[in-house]
């Protein structure tokens, strides 16, 4: 399973952006799908999550500015971005668990997008 992120860009500040993430394929048993953020010299922290059945989380720093949503083929992920702030700034990855087959049988696994960037709002 490949996860393909996109979406980030330029912005201004208090600006919005929208980020999608799309699976390769049907992810088996999947129960969560989340969105990280990166900045430099900063360790990769949790922006927001969504369950399977809807359920969403997210980082105190982006409550209220930040959506995260999965789309109606369930391999989609969404994040909306807005009143975007310098310390915004950052690499953003989507990943998912899921279950693959292996010789000695199921394994749950998480796997992760590349990661898109999202520079400091103008």
């Known amino acids: 399973v490949q996860l393909q992120a996109s979406g980030g860009g330029l912005v201004q500040a208090g600006g919005s952006l929208s980020l999608s993430c799309e699976a390769s394929?049907?992810?088996?048993?999947?129960?969560?799908m989340d969105w990280y953020r990166q900045a430099p010299g900063k360790e990769r922290e949790l922006v927001g999550s969504v369950t399977g059945s809807g359920d969403t989380n997210y980082a105190d720093s982006v409550k209220g500015r930040f959506a995260i949503a999965r789309g109606n083929a369930k391999n989609i992920l969404f994040l909306r971005m807005n009143s975007l702030k310098p310390e915004d700034t950052a690499v953003y990855y989507c990943?998912?668990?899921?279950?693959?087959?292996?010789?000695?049988?199921?394994?749950?696994?998480?796997?992760w997008g590349q990661g898109t960037q999202v520079p400091s709002p103008a």
């Open positions: 990943n998912a668990d899921g279950l693959i087959s292996t010789n000695f049988g199921d394994r749950r696994r998480v796997f």
């Open positions: 394929e049907n992810i088996r048993s999947n129960n969560v």
